[in-house]
């Protein structure tokens, strides 16, 4: 099956920047955009909800001058993410300004609607729905999903348990469509990898949020420069649902990351915590990847960096697999 149309279009590296609660709005999904990578964004994060036109309207204005004004750069369309959970009181507002404007790529989290697929079909856009195992996988493209981004161990935010490779393997016996692969992608060798398993579109998140453009606190940015794979914690203590947050965000609140609480309350993805402390806000999320993040920068920069190693890990792989076939 070949993807897409939208999906077709010419990237700097094969990734789609996941939506990141707080940190994703207009100025770091234009960055991605126009660093040629597919920028995306919580539709929550736009707040009030009819701030969301504005946010559209933004992104696709700047995009727009930029191709103008660059007419041989490579400018990547975007995505908008949709909850599509009974928390969230704000979907059938924020469905309808996305019809309006037409957003190509719909990203649904957290439940499959048929309903919410067939709204953006209706205009021609694509829905990808993320999963973290087979079971969901195949309730997403039966209610009519176009794709899957399958959120493997490791990943960001809420994350799955299964090992990517089996994961993305189970898919691809029966799923010939897009496919996207989630958890501690930041680094180019791992988009090779991502790839090279069966997927589509490697699926980055926490590389982006030491850039300058991601809206979050030069604490949360440092934060992430300075950790590695063993500061991250996967619990379901602040939400409900398991998710993956950086280690020094929890410990700073006096909380022991080590003897975390069960959940008080059933699953509230959206604006959970405990007490004071809430999830997103002051314990902040991020993947194991992290440990690729070695300093702060622009989009540009970073897009640059995954560029460069994802064409050298590719040459590289050539060479040792020239080699073999030579030996053999």
Known sequence: MS??????????????????????GPALVSAQCQAGVIGSFPALNARPASQLS??????????????????DAIVAPFAVNQIVHRSNARLDEDLATIVEHRVPIVITSLGARPDVNEAVHSYGGIVLHDIINDEFARK?????????????????????TLSPFALVQEIREWFDGPLLLSGAIAHGRS?????????????????????????????????????RADDII???????????????????????PANLPKPTSGPNPLSGGLGEVKAWRDVWGSGQGIGSVASRGTVAETVDRLAAEYHAAREGLLERVGALVRTS
Request: hydrophobic letters at 50%.
């Open 3 to 24: 993807l897409p149309e939208i999906l077709q279009t010419p990237l700097t590296v094969p990734v789609v920047a996941s939506p990141m609660f707080i940190a994703s």
């Open 54 to 71: 504005d946010w559209l309207d933004e992104i696709t204005e700047s995009n727009a001058a930029y191709a103008a004004a660059n007419p």
């Open 140 to 160: 997403a493209v039966e209610r009519g999903a176009d794709g899957l981004i399958a959120v493997a161990a490791g990943a960001g935010g809420h994350a799955g």
């Open 191 to 227: 988009i090779l990898a991502a790839l090279a398993a069966g997927a589509d579109f490697a699926y980055v998140g926490s590389a982006f949020l030491a850039t300058d453009e991601a809206n979050v606190v030069d604490g949360y940015k440092d934060m992430v420069v300075d950790s």
């Open 234 to 256: 996967y619990s379901s203590t602040f939400t409900g649902v398991h998710g993956n947050y950086l280690r020094k965000s929890i410990e700073v609140h006096g909380l022991d």
